[in-house]
């Protein structure tokens, strides 16, 4: 057998195999390279779905709502809440 | 239906297009525990995660460790990792808390001086606003049935009208019926009694 002209240096990309590619999706050296930029995608598309849906909600409660001190009181929560879920969710990104 | 303390907050009824001498004495909503089912629902789903994360544990990581041919253990990041896509599984949870929530809200009786204003909300983006006057009700029908609707004081409220589409008014699950039926007959009993007024004295 001949010896391949190409690098031997071992591939970022994961083997595509299903125990291999669940092993290396969890391999350091796949993580570091792909897994920030991956996560922060993911992060910004379900952002983007959650300003529509958010949007959408807010329209409602600001067009039928009549002003009610409940809605009021939802639309404060909603956000609030959600702001400190997307904090905790960024940070996990920051950190991995 | 906590008509007073709804009332002090000065709530703005110009979407209802109400006449100038008309106002909201009352709100009909559905009861509560319509809504904890949705929200009991979706606090289950909040652990199925972790569910999940045992089962990968157990089966899956024991079964790739097998057939790598070594021992595989989840890296260091791992928690982390679980951590953001927890918190992506829980703003989807309470997105879906508050959409349905906006459903229940605002599926609502409005009942003024003059007529019933029922929205009826059934998909966020399907709604239904319809008018009755009460002096085209003919009957208003509660229904209490069973031991947690007799209990949670909800049950099922039906108007019937005179109008020759035989349009009745129903809403399912009703916080305390009766005092809405009251309401509606006091209301119904004033315009009638106006009525005769007018009558008497235009003759």
């Known amino acids: ?96 | 239906m906590n008509q007073h303390s709804f009332l002090s907050s000065s709530p703005d009824y110009s979407a209802l297009h109400l006449e100038t001498d008309e106002h909201v004495i009352l709100e009909v909503r559905k009861h509560w525990i319509v809504f904890a089912g949705h929200a009991a629902g979706l606090l289950l789903a909040a652990f199925f995660p972790f569910i999940v994360m045992v089962l990968f544990r157990l089966v899956i990581l024991n079964h790739v460790s097998v057939l790598v041919h070594g021992s595989f253990s989840l890296p260091d990041f791992a928690p982390t990792l679980f951590t953001f896509f927890y918190t992506l599984w829980i703003l989807f949870l309470w997105i879906s808390f508050f959409v349905g929530w906006t459903k229940y809200y605002l599926d609502v009786w409005y009942v003024t001086e003059k007529r019933i204003i029922a929205v009826e909300q059934k998909r966020i983006f399907d709604r239904e606003i319809s008018n009755i006057r009460f002096d085209r009700i003919q009957d208003v029908t509660v229904e209490v049935d069973g031991f947690i609707p007799t209990f949670l004081d909800f049950g099922n409220i039906k108007v019937q009208t005179a109008s020759e589409d035989d349009l009745d008014f129903i809403m399912n699950i009703v916080r305390h019926p009766d005092e809405v039926r009251r309401v509606i007959f006091s209301q119904h009993n004033e315009i009638g009694d106006g009525k005769q007024g007018v009558g008497q004295g235009s003759v």
């Open chain 1, 1 to 96: 057998m001949q010896p391949s002209q190409f690098p031997t240096t071992p591939s970022l990309l994961p083997n595509l195999n299903p125990p291999h590619f669940i092993a290396s999706f969890f391999s350091a050296s796949f993580f570091s390279v792909w897994g920030k930029p991956t996560l922060f995608i993911i992060l910004g598309i379900f952002f983007i779905l959650y300003c529509i849906v958010s949007s959408v909600l807010v329209y409602h409660w600001k067009a039928y709502g009549m002003g009610s001190r409940g809605v009021f009181v939802a639309e404060v929560l909603f956000f609030t809440v959600s702001l400190f879920f997307f904090c905790i969710a960024g940070v996990a990104v920051f950190f991995i």
